[in-house]
């Protein structure tokens, strides 16, 4: 008997364990978006007191497998979502159903965050020279550095500047200079080609500047052959140069595309301002029967119309009324955009220079607009420069609608010589009050 007794405990020692086993179970669910009932996938549930989590599938599914059944909380949670706690009870879970949880839509809450504009960084600083002029290419940058600047005081050249003892230096993209070279005379400026090779322009002559193995290799050219066959033209497209007449000292001027194998030249368009014009041909009627006589007889010989010659004759284009006209062309993703401030349109061509339309503008209207558009030559983008409170400002425009981007603020107040490139916005400044030389600085604007 007491053998039996004791064959009877272990055989329960045996069975009690699979009998606890028996009780396993698992725990099924979806959870769904309450306002679309669709299954949310990624949503983390944790088994509240214990280290058990699973994560819903793409069709809003998970489970848990259990030993004991019994009240157990879980805590659901989803980026996008009102995390919740759920209660599920043993008879819940003893039904083998999934449980259905939907999850509410909320909107994450993110802390507060000062977004900052980095400051203008600066490109070239000498404490024994100053930046004169520069121009900014794929390649790099180009600067003229002078020790002194002298004036020039001939009557029609009051105020213009020319700077002594120049230096031109060439920097890497990474503003790093590879090198420099003392400019031979006086320089005034830096100008560049319709294919943005940089040239000095000096005061007896002119030089194109290049690479060379030595440092900077300068190519001489006069001042006659800079003014009458180089810079006339502006820009180009394959097998074209883009260029203009314009006279400073008249109303009026055209566009022409010069065809490099034809030799041959096309006008584009023509720019007048009506208004100016009408007061430029006036003049004549204003002039003494003499004098009216002299501008016939000069415009029979050069058949030249008599007003025209009789607005030069009067010198209007020295009166303060007097102002040539602005509608500067760019090329635009292979469009030909002349920008023209007196018929108010963007005039576009194509590349064969047939017209494409017109698109209206008003910013020139602007009283804080400076009369001057830049172009990124990387991208593009033409901006139209304004200037209030000390700042000037930059804004691109849509060529396509004539619409203005928003306004990017140069950071220093009364930035000069102003170029973009790159998404930047090149500038010289000067620390005023301070014994800063003038110094080259670039700011991010896109």
């Not at 502006?234 to 010069?258: C, E, K, Q, V």
Request: proline content about 5%.
């Amino acid at each position: 008997m007491k053998y039996l007794l004791s064959m009877i405990m272990v055989i329960l020692g045996l069975l009690l364990p699979l009998g606890a086993g028996a009780q396993r179970t698992v725990l099924k669910g979806v959870i769904l978006d309450d306002a679309t009932s669709k299954p949310l996938g990624e949503v983390h549930i944790r088994m509240k007191g214990t280290s058990l989590v699973a994560v819903s599938d793409d069709q809003g599914r998970f489970e848990f497998a259990l030993d004991r059944p019994k009240v157990l909380a879980l805590e659901v949670s989803r980026i996008g979502y009102a995390s919740q706690e759920v209660q599920v009870s043993a008879y819940a879970m003893a039904t083998g159903e999934p449980i259905l949880i939907r999850m509410v839509p909320s909107a994450v809450q993110l802390p507060e965050v000062t977004i900052q504009r980095s400051a203008p960084e600066v490109v070239y600083e000498r404490n024994d020279l100053h930046v004169g002029d520069y121009l900014t290419n794929d390649e790099g940058v180009w600067i003229l550095t002078y020790e002194r600047p002298k004036l020039v005081h001939r009557e029609n050249e009051q105020g213009k500047q020319v700077f002594r003892e120049g230096r031109l230096h060439m920097l890497d993209t990474n503003f790093v200079e590879l090198a420099s070279v003392r400019l031979p005379t006086d320089v005034c400026r830096l100008r560049h080609d319709a294919a943005h090779r940089v040239i000095v322009e000096g005061t007896v002559c002119a030089w194109v500047a290049a690479p060379a193995e030595e440092g900077i290799a300068l190519e001489q050219i006069s001042l006659k052959t800079l003014h009458e066959q180089v810079l006339p033209w502006t820009d180009s497209i394959p097998g074209n140069l883009l260029g203009s007449n314009f006279d400073a000292t008249f109303p009026a001027f055209d566009h022409f595309a010069f065809d490099v194998r034809q030799q041959t030249s096309r006008r584009i368009c023509s720019v007048q301002d009506d208004f100016v014009m009408e007061l430029f041909r006036s003049q004549y009627k204003y002039m003494s029967g003499h004098d009216k006589v002299v501008a016939m007889d000069l415009a029979r010989e050069t058949g030249v119309d008599a007003e025209i010659i009789a607005g030069y004759m009067t010198g209007f284009h020295n009166d303060l009324y007097f102002k040539p006209p602005y509608a500067p062309l760019f090329v635009v993703n292979d469009t030909l955009c002349v920008f023209d401030h007196h018929k108010e349109m963007i005039r576009r061509f194509l590349p064969d220079l047939t017209a494409v339309d017109e698109v209206p503008i008003t910013y020139h209207k602007e009283r804080t607009w400076k009369t001057r558009l830049l172009q990124d030559a990387r991208d593009g983008t033409v901006y139209a420069v304004f200037a209030r409170n000390l700042r000037t400002w930059l804004r691109s425009i849509d060529p396509n609608t004539g619409q203005l981007g928003p306004e990017r603020a140069l950071d220093h107040p009364f930035p000069e010589e102003v170029q973009v490139h790159d998404g930047h916005a090149y500038f010289i400044y000067r620390v005023s009050g301070t014994l800063q030389h003038r110094t080259l600085y670039r700011q991010r604007i896109k």
